[in-house]
């Protein structure tokens, strides 16, 4: 099995959009906008944006094998006003102007259970040190906390498990089943 993890770049939007799986038959989807806000007809047509016209990838994509199996976002943590505006979050969170953020992480079924969550954000604590970050940090769920089954929509910011085998150390919590974690960068 090999993962590799590449920078969303406006030549892989087939590949970002296939990482979706079945969300990505669907434009009203997340898209990784639950933080962002923006004025476009859709989700998918401001990630498609994001992706096109930005000046840096806003994120990454696993290949598993060669296909396309995961995405995450990562960016600087002012660019997401779900996170600096969320008053749980600013009871944590230090005023850190080179802070960046893991906002969501995307397995596709099938693909799950072969590290590619731990590979994606592994990766996005390089691309944000290559970019100037300071920390990366995450607001995963703590499944082992949760009472019953989290619902799957519920686990797009990444699970506990996948944070820490990629090397992030939890720092606080905003409640019981949602630690905040953290990576130093420099």
């Not at 969303?8 to 990505?24: C, I, L, N, S, Y």
């Not at 094998?65 to 995450?72: A, K, L, N, Q, R």
């Amino acid at each position: 099995m090999t993962v590799s993890v590449e920078p969303a770049t406006p030549a892989r939007w087939t590949d970002v959009v296939e990482a979706f799986g079945r969300g990505g038959r669907r434009p009203d989807s997340c898209w990784c906008q639950r933080f962002r806000r923006h004025d476009c007809p859709d989700n998918r047509t401001a990630l498609h944006l994001e992706v096109s016209d930005g000046p840096l990838p806003v994120g990454l994509v696993a290949y598993h094998d060669g296909t396309p199996s995961g995405w995450c976002r990562v960016v600087p943590r002012s660019t997401l006003p779900g996170i600096t505006g969320n008053r749980a979050l600013q009871r944590v969170l230090d005023d850190d102007p080179d802070a960046w953020w893991v906002s969501c992480v995307v397995v596709r079924q099938g693909h799950r259970g072969h590290g590619i969550g731990a590979a994606l954000l592994r990766r996005a604590a390089v691309f944000a040190a290559d970019h100037g970050a300071s920390v990366l940090d995450g607001h995963p769920v703590d499944v082992g906390v949760v009472r019953g089954r989290p619902a799957p929509t519920a686990l797009f910011t990444g699970t506990v498990s996948i944070f820490r085998a990629a090397g992030f150390g939890e720092f606080g919590r905003t409640v019981p089943t949602r630690p905040v974690m953290r990576q130093r960068l420099r």
